[in-house]
């Protein structure tokens, strides 16, 4: 319990403080997930979901706790919880999983929250986007609360970029971020991380589907320490459509851990999920994904795939697609590869006089371009084909003034 | 495919049909006898007394005992696994008992006679204990609770210096190979039920095939629950010396009675240079009632070393019985270029619960391993595959490729895939795929249309879709396992 104590004695000391710069809806939650907290702790490997990503180490470190107001200036779409048009109380903290030590944890600490919120039929013109910026020169967490809300026939498009100051001294986030989609509503969302090596993030996605809705979510994670992303979807009206995307780039001691839990409660739902790694000197990655299909959701249809590449002899990959089906008509298919480029192809590039660097930069690109192609916003996917072919370059932004790196 | 029976075949009117399914389900089991003999068992409960009991009833050595013990006590430090997809009720251990000996009677006299009622008992399980009757060249060692009752064909064996025999007696006449190799692969620190299994082993199988010998027949155990309230732990070692080969078939069943049976086995293989190993398992356990009352527990631990180099094992199962089963035949690829081999037919029905795959851990370079699991769920049952593949360090060039396949027919059951993959070399290839879904429309109307009823339909499309695994087994048992699929579904359709 050693880890968990100094969050045990940080809540008691700056309970009061976070209350008072808190809004109501949020103080509202904060004592039992306190609770829920203090007696599970921090999760151990042992727990199935967090079984590749030890949490007390990465929370051990002793973190300043940044109490920080957010200056948001109410827009038509984007609101601090603190101004929020609508009441909150029947969705902050309702699909998220209470039970999760990190969500528990961050519905503890968090004192501010941001809204956007989408009123019905409305369709933002611009891709609504969210910056989270790392700036600092002490070891300091943040624990981000969003709440994203679509009513019935709205669309929306988000980004929300990860950043950090470079170099960076230790910086922890953790993120609950709860997505409730009405009947009939568009939603793509991206989440790019680019931080630094000293970066950890825990993020809790928990998105909540309505008839007929559609919703494609993406993480991308170029740069970062310790990345962990869960995602949970609940299917709950019928015709509903997630897609789930994710591309991880790792090198160094970098340590990316995604995992989903799609769950279809009613019938004809669809699910996508393709995530991808390309893994290279001692990087981890860790990818577990669950279709959960119940006993009434006839018709499902479920594809779910992950392919991974290792570069190096000590990079290592973890994956574990799982179903779990309990209604007869379905379909689900999942599949899964770890391995190497193809060294045909690779033969075929060198032998047209392609320099081996640039053949395998070339099939790597090539190898993450069937995410990046997923998705919708043209901007960003052509911004995020140079990031990435950047990146495994080595010329990626991060990495010009970086003194870790070569 | 194999005819059904007569009986099985009438239809069933819309107003009976349960009743209909019902009285299937009770027929179909037709191992469910019991044997009237006159079995020694012990007091139940489980102490160390009761292992210092058992192993003085097998006069073993004072180091056998020591493993026992030290089993038992590591026992003692832990608690019942929950993480397997089952819902296994709470076992008292102390309601067992762990040693029955049908054989006991004819003991006091001449110890090569055997109880006409066992004879018996086998001859109806189409098991034959007499050599001169026996026409297909297989070597069987016939288990009945916690002794063995006789092995066939040792003589002839012999003559090429093999060792087929009981392990009890394999611990008298060859105590040196025992000890060198008996929780060599599974020690008893493995699991829970290892431990146990470890604490209180009565009888199994031993088998050692000297260096460059071809085994001339199929070796075989059939395992026999009789004696209520009783337990079966066996326990079989196999050891396949340089390059050497043998086919071995396992096969057991059990009264049908209504309270749950415990069978918690280890299976140990060591695969040496240039040597393979086939082993087979027809597993039709008595699965319960149609209620989900009663069947046995299958808790075992099954797995093979893969010690030196060019070796393979290939494991083949076909699960039909058991009312819960908990199985994960495994194989540590440790010698270069091994190759190891699953397939696997998991059939559930009713309340039958399943949660069964292999681990393939490759140790050593250019390693390569092969998994075909299909699983069939039926009635109200759950079927999981769980299965890991983990390519260490140094395995170069390791190759691995995973296929799940799951069937469901009818709306209340549940198919689930649980694979691990955790990949540490950059140069190996690991792939998985796994597909979920119900009997194709088109293909039951295409039979439909063609004259043949959808009960058969059904029965020939499960045939079709596990004759990957079924051709991989010897041919004696692919009929038997073909025959069981079709009664293992009777009453699923319709």
């Known amino acids: ?406 | 495919m194999k005819k059904k029976n007569k009986e099985d075949e009438k239809t069933p009117s819309q107003q009976d049909q349960n009743a209909f399914v019902r009285s299937v389900a009770e027929k179909k089991y037709e191992f469910g006898f019991t044997t009237d003999v006159q079995t020694e068992i012990i007091d139940k409960g489980l102490n160390e007394e009761v292992i210092r009991l058992i192993s003085a009833k097998k006069n073993e050595p004072q180091w056998l005992l020591q493993f026992r013990l030290e089993a038992y006590r590591y026992w003692l430090t832990q608690t019942q696994p929950s993480w397997a997809h089952v819902t296994l009720p709470e076992i008292d251990y102390q309601a067992i008992s762990y040693y029955a000996d049908p054989t006991a009677k004819s003991k006091g006299n001449d110890k090569q006679e055997i109880d006409p009622e066992l004879m018996k008992t086998f001859d109806k399980l189409g098991i034959p204990l007499e050599e001169r009757m026996a026409l297909s060249g297989m070597a069987v060692d016939a288990v009945m609770d916690s002794v063995s009752v006789k092995t066939t064909f040792k003589e002839k064996l012999s003559e090429k210096g093999i060792i087929f025999c009981s392990i009890s007696e394999a611990v008298q006449q060859y105590p040196d190979l025992v000890r060198q190799y008996l929780g060599s692969v599974v020690p008893y620190r493995d699991n829970y039920f290892a431990a146990l299994n470890s604490a209180v082993f009565s009888d199994g199988s031993f088998v050692y095939i000297p260096k460059n010998t071809r085994c001339p027949m199929e070796l075989s155990t059939y395992f026999r629950i009789n004696a209520r309230n009783t337990g079966q732990f066996e326990r079989t070692l196999i050891v396949c010396d340089e390059g050497s080969y043998v086919s071995y078939l396992e096969g057991c069943t059990a009264p049908m009675r209504d309270e749950n049976q415990l069978h918690a086995a280890i299976v140990e293989i060591v695969v040496m240079d240039n040597a393979e190993v086939k082993y087979s398992t027809v597993q039709n356990w008595y699965p319960g009632d149609s209620e989900g009352r009663g069947g046995v527990l299958n808790l075992v631990t099954k797995r093979g070393h893969l010690r030196g180099v060019n070796s393979k094992l290939s494991w083949t199962q076909v699960e039909t019985g058991s009312a819960i089963t908990w199985k994960y035949p495994s194989c540590v690829l440790s010698g270069d270029n091994s190759q190891a081999e699953f397939y696997s037919v998991a059939v559930t029905n009713n309340h039958q619960e399943a949660d069964t795959g292999t681990k393939m851990i490759h140790l050593g370079k250019n390693t390569r391993s092969t998994i075909i699991s299909k699983g069939i769920s039926a009635g109200r049952s759950q079927n999981s595959y769980r299965g890991l593949v983990r390519i260490g360090k140094n395995a170069d060039g390791a190759r691995n490729y995973s296929s799940c396949d799951s069937l469901l027919l009818g709306s209340q059951c549940g198919a689930h895939t649980f694979p691990y993959m955790d990949v540490h070399n950059n140069t190996a290839t690991v792939e998985h795929e796994a597909t979920t879904s119900k009997i194709n429309e088109d293909q039951l109307y295409y039979c439909n249309q063609r004259g043949i009823s959808t009960e058969e339909a059904v029965g020939l499309i499960v045939n079709g879709y596990a004759k990957d695994v079924i051709n991989k087994l010897p041919m004696e048992f692919a009929v038997e396992a073909q025959k069981l699929l079709s009664v293992s579904l009777e009453g699923t359709v319709g």
């Open chain 1, 1 to 406: 319990m050693k880890a968990e104590q100094q969050y045990i004695e940080l809540y008691r000391e700056a309970a009061e403080t976070i209350t008072q710069r808190s809004c109501p809806v949020m103080n509202a939650e904060r004592d039992a997930a306190f609770g829920v907290f203090q007696q599970q702790g921090f999760p151990t490997q042992k727990v199935e979901r967090y079984k590749y990503t030890d949490v007390a180490a990465a929370f051990a470190p002793n973190y300043g706790l940044s109490l920080g107001q957010l200056d948001i200036q109410p827009s038509r779409y984007i609101y601090s919880f603190k101004d929020s048009p609508i009441n909150l109380a029947p969705y902050y903290n309702k699909i998220a999983d209470g039970a999760d030590s990190i969500t528990a944890l961050n519905t503890a600490l968090a004192h501010e929250g941001l809204l956007i919120y989408v009123p019905r039929n409305e369709h933002p013109e611009a891709p609504i986007q969210i910056d989270n910026w790392l700036r600092g020169t002490a070891a300091t967490m943040m624990h981000r609360r969003t709440l994203i809300l679509l009513e019935e026939g709205s669309e929306a498009t988000i980004v929300m970029n990860d950043k950090a100051d470079h170099p960076s001294p230790h910086f922890l986030t953790t993120q609950v971020m709860e997505i409730v989609c009405k009947a009939n509503v568009h939603l793509d969302i991206y989440e790019i991380e680019e931080t630094t090596p000293l970066c950890s993030r825990f993020s809790n996605v928990y998105i909540q589907e309505g008839r007929d809705s559609v919703v494609k979510h993406n993480v991308i994670t170029l740069q970062g320490g310790l990345s962990r992303n869960l995602c949970d979807v609940y299917l709950q009206g019928e015709n509903a459509e997630v897609t789930l995307g994710g591309c991880a780039i790792g090198s160094r001691q970098q340590h990316i851990d995604n995992n989903t839990l799609i769950q279809h409660q009613v019938p004809r739902c669809q699910s996508n999920e393709l995530y991808k790694y390309v893994l290279d000197d001692q990087a981890v990655g860790a990818f577990a994904g669950k279709i959960l299909v119940e006993k009434d959701a006839q018709k499902t249809t479920s594809q779910e795939t992950n392919a991974n590449l290792c570069a190096s002899s000590e990079a290592r990959m973890y994956t574990q697609p799982m179903l779990e089906i309990y209604a007869d008509d379905v379909k689900c298919n999942h599949g899964s590869t770890v391995g190497v480029l193809d060294q045909t192809a690779l033969f075929y590039m060198l032998q047209r006089g392609i320099p081996e660097a640039e053949a395998r930069t070339l099939l790597k690109n090539a190898f993450m371009g069937q995410v990046i192609d997923q998705i919708q916003y043209r901007p960003l996917r052509d911004r995020l084909y140079v990031k990435v072919e950047k990146r495994f370059r080595g010329e990626h932004e991060k990495c010009e003034d970086c003194r870790l790196c070569k």
